[in-house]
C-alpha cells in the first residue's frame, strides 16, 4: 500500500478480530483495536508484530467507550469492522432477560450506533463498514434463536446504510462466517455433531473477510453447503424448516441441550 489507510476492529482480543488485526498488520494498514480487556488486547498487539497497531480499551456497548473509540480514531477512517459479539445458546424458555439483553446490545446495537459515531470519519475517507454477521442471519437456527435474531438485524441494518450511503462514498459489506472455532465455541460443542456443524477457523474467517472488504463486495458466505443452503433459505424457507427442524429434534441434539448448562460466551475483546 502506498497511501497507508486505517482500519478499526472492535472485539479484537482474540479470535477473529485479533486474526483480522493480524491480517491488517501485514497489509500496511494503520490497526486500532476495540475491546474491554486491555491485556487480551496486547497480546494482540504482539501477534501483530511489527505492524502499527494501537489498542482503545473501550466497552462498545457504552456511550463513553464509543466516545474513546472515536477519539483515537480521528477525523478520517477507511475501515470500519463491527466485530465484536456475543453468544447464548440453549431453549428460548431458559435464556434470562440478562441473556437477551446483552446479545441484543453487543451484537446489534454497539455497531449501529458506532457506526453512526463514526460515519463523519468514514464520509471524510469514503470508507467502508464491514459489518461480521453470520450464517445464521440468514437459517435461523433451534437453540441460536436470539443470537440469530441479531444477526438477521445486522444484516438488515447493513443493506439499509449501503442504500442509505450509496450517494456519499461509503461502501457496506455483510460478512457471513460459519461456526467458528473461539472461544465462544465451548457454548455449543456439544450440539456441534447432532447438528452437522462445519467450524472454520479465525484465521480462515479473517482471509475470507479481508478479500470481501479489499474487493468492495456486498456479502460474503463461506465456501461450501451452507452458502448453498442460505441460497434455499432465501427462495424455498420450507425446505430448510423441514431439514433443521428434523435436527432439532434429533434425539441427540435434545440429549446435548440436556447435558451440563451451555455458558454463556461473549467472544473475547
Known amino acids: 500500500m502506498t497511501d497507508r ?3 478499526l476492529i472492535t472485539g479484537a482480543g482474540s479470535g477473529i478480530g485479533r486474526a483480522l488485526a493480524i491480517w ?11 475491546g474491554r480487556t486491555a491485556a487480551t488486547l496486547e497480546q494482540t498487539v504482539a501477534a501483530c508484530g ?4 494501537r489498542p482503545v480499551v473501550a466497552d462498545v456497548t457504552l456511550a463513553e467507550g464509543r466516545a474513546a473509540i472515536c477519539r483515537a480514531v480521528g477525523g478520517s477512517l477507511d475501515v470500519l469492522i463491527n466485530n465484536a459479539g456475543t453468544l447464548s445458546v440453549g431453549r428460548l424458555c431458559d435464556m434470562t432477560d440478562a441473556e437477551l439483553e446483552r446479545m441484543t446490545a453487543t451484537n446489534l446495537v454497539a455497531p449501529m450506533a458506532l457506526t453512526r459515531d463514526l460515519l463523519p470519519a468514514l464520509q471524510a475517507a469514503k470508507g467502508r463498514i464491514a459489518n461480521i454477521g453470520s450464517v445464521f442471519g440468514d437459517i435461523a437456527y433451534p437453540f441460536f434463536a436470539g443470537y440469530s435474531a441479531t444477526k438477521f438485524g445486522l444484516r438488515g441494518f447493513s443493506d439499509a446504510m449501503r442504500r442509505e450511503l450509496s450517494g456519499v462514498g461509503v461502501g457496506v459489506t455483510y460478512i457471513a462466517p460459519r461456526a467458528t472455532r473461539t ?10 455433531e447432532p447438528m452437522d456443524m462445519t467450524l472454520d477457523s479465525a484465521e ?3 482471509a475470507q473477510a479481508w478479500d470481501a472488504i479489499l474487493g468492495d463486495k456486498r456479502e460474503s458466505f463461506p465456501k461450501g453447503k451452507e452458502r448453498f443452503f442460505v441460497k434455499v433459505q432465501r427462495l424455498f424457507p420450507s425446505i430448510v424448516d423441514k431439514s433443521v427442524g428434523a435436527q432439532a429434534r434429533d434425539p441427540r441434539t435434545l440429549a446435548a441441550l440436556d447435558a451440563p448448562q451451555h455458558p454463556q460466551i461473549p467472544q473475547p475483546q
Open 204 to 206: 480462515v474467517v479473517a
Open 5 to 7: 489507510k486505517t482500519v
Open 183 to 192: 472461544a465462544a465455541e465451548s457454548a455449543f460443542r456439544s450440539l456441534v
Open 50 to 53: 511489527d505492524g502499527q497497531v
Open 24 to 34: 491488517a498488520a501485514g497489509m500496511g494498514f494503520d490497526v486500532i483495536i476495540a
